[in-house]
């Protein structure tokens, strides 16, 4: 396992904070051991590969990248051992910060991956050929289930592919997930009717988590589209050993929810791209929002490529589904794809529910948009002909 880390530090210093670093996460010590254990622990020591300085700093210090090798014999297979070995208590460590991880085949290959992946989700949800359309809930805590219900057929009936639960809706007060997954599919099927495609419904997956894999059972058998899961508040083996369930037949949704404290500042904690994209994709992810280049909450140019890159890496593991989100409306659909390809999940909140037509004009709005970019119509012109379209372009404008 090779990790790289940004660092701020004395020139002079960086060669002693390397080899603590490798030390300290490994076998502990060095010099204080006997020489008959020396031998022992030697396989389990890490190594310094390289150190690079990037820039020169004000105050003498320069910003440098430490690259350290751990033996695979450190890891088992868990997240825990890994995230602790590579990063443990050098996150603690002052102005530190893990920006690179490369992890051999070897170690990949004894966590799960997607078992859906790019092609199962199509195939599952019988979307080819475009991006798919995903809806999320907003208003969802203290409604009763007729209302939920209400709310869930507005936004099918717009012909869209995913609802998504609010990460936030936890309470099982007025309606429980398995009571919701029931109505919603009872409520896909009559809309289905009408719009000739039946909406999937994205579960949120809660409760106390030696309860989770069975109420992730019993969602699947029940018929759930997808279950969105708060992998980083769960934690990543969580999100794995869901992933491994051979009875667990349906695709999981990974959403971000308190990742932006691991990656959120630019000198401390582990890259976006690692947190939402490397990490998600070997827990066995499906499908991972993240935000977006383009909303209020932004990942960055950058850093989302690289995002792209993890989820995308067929080497080991099928590719999952990226779901840029945050600041997402039908006049964006035309960057979207250029920026991320037909292979992507639309993502709106208030980008369907804010259409001043209501939620089934902004999903349809999406549609229309998608129909355009295929066609090589400009979405002004498009919507000259498609009411929809030309609502929600008259509500947030065109972006190119």
């Not at 825990?80 to 990949?108: C, H, N, Q, W, Y």
């Not at 990490?279 to 992810?285: E, P, Q, V």
């Not at 066609?375 to 509500?395: F, N, P, W």
Request: charged fraction near 20%; hydrophobic fraction near 40%.
């Amino acid at each position: 396992m090779i990790a790289t880390y940004r660092v701020r530090e004395k020139r002079d210093k960086l060669e002693s904070r390397a080899q603590g670093i490798a030390i300290g996460l490994t076998i502990g010590t060095w010099t204080e051991l006997p020489a008959s254990r020396l031998d022992q622990v030697r396989r389990h020591c890490g190594r310094v590969v390289g150190i690079e300085v990037l820039s020169e700093e004000s105050d003498g210090q320069v910003i440098a990248h430490l690259t350290i090798g751990y033996p695979t014999s450190n890891f088992d297979g868990t997240f825990a051992s890994l995230l602790t070995t590579v990063f443990g208590k050098l996150s603690m460590d002052g102005e530190i910060r893990l920006v690179g991880l490369e992890i051999p085949e070897s170690l990949a290959k004894l966590y799960p991956g997607p078992k859906f992946g790019v092609a199962g989700c199509r195939h599952r949800f019988g979307v080819y050929g475009r991006p798919l359309v995903m809806s999320i809930f907003k208003a969802c805590i203290g409604l009763t289930l007729d209302e939920l219900v209400e709310q869930f057929e507005a936004q099918a009936s717009g012909g869209i592919d995913l609802v998504k639960d609010d990460e936030i809706f936890f309470t099982d007060a007025y309606a429980s997930p398995e009571e919701r997954v029931q109505a919603y599919r009872s409520a896909a099927q009559r809309v289905a009717e009408t719009t000739g495609r039946e909406t999937a419904y994205a579960v949120n997956l809660t409760g106390p988590v030696h309860r989770l894999k069975d109420r992730a059972r019993k969602l699947s058998e029940l018929g759930a589209g997808a279950l969105l899961v708060n992998a980083i508040a769960y934690g990543y083996d969580v999100l794995a050993d869901l992933a491994a369930d051979p009875e667990i037949q349906t695709p999981i949704l990974a959403h971000p929810a308190v990742s932006g404290a691991l990656y959120g500042s630019a000198t401390h904690g582990v890259s976006g791209d690692i947190v939402l994209g490397q990490l998600m994709h070997l827990a066995g992810a499906d499908m991972v929002i993240f935000p977006s280049m383009y909303g209020s909450v932004t990942l960055g140019a950058a850093e989302t490529e690289k995002l792209l890159n993890h989820l995308r890496d067929d080497s080991v593991f099928a590719p999952s589904l990226p779901a840029p989100s945050a600041g997402i409306y039908p006049g964006l659909v035309k960057r979207l794809i250029r920026d991320f390809g037909d292979d992507l999940i639309l993502n709106a909140g208030g980008g369907i529910h804010g259409h001043p037509n209501g939620p089934a004009q902004g999903g349809k709005a999406f549609l229309e948009a998608i129909e355009a970019v295929q066609s090589g119509v400009e979405l002004i012109a498009y919507a000259q002909d498609h009411d929809a379209l030309r609502g929600a372009i008259a509500t947030w404008g065109v972006k190119e």
